[in-house]
């Protein structure tokens, strides 16, 4: 099972939660976050599949 991306829902629901304010550049930032750690986990399980055939 693949991790999904982080949804602007999601944000909203934790700071309603944890009754935060959370200013739209750290939101921005939290995104680009996200994206880059999916990216990264991307890449090494495609590393980890072609160890896998070889």
């Keep these: 099972m693949e991790p999904n991306p982080i949804s602007y ?3 909203d629901a934790w700071t309603r939660l944890m009754n935060v304010y959370i200013l739209p550049d750290e939101i921005d930032m939290l995104i680009m976050m996200d994206s880059e750690y999916l ?3 991307a890449v090494e399980r495609e590393a980890m599949r072609e160890d896998a055939k070889s």
């Design 9 to 11: 829902h999601e944000i």
């Design 39 to 41: 990216s990264a986990l």
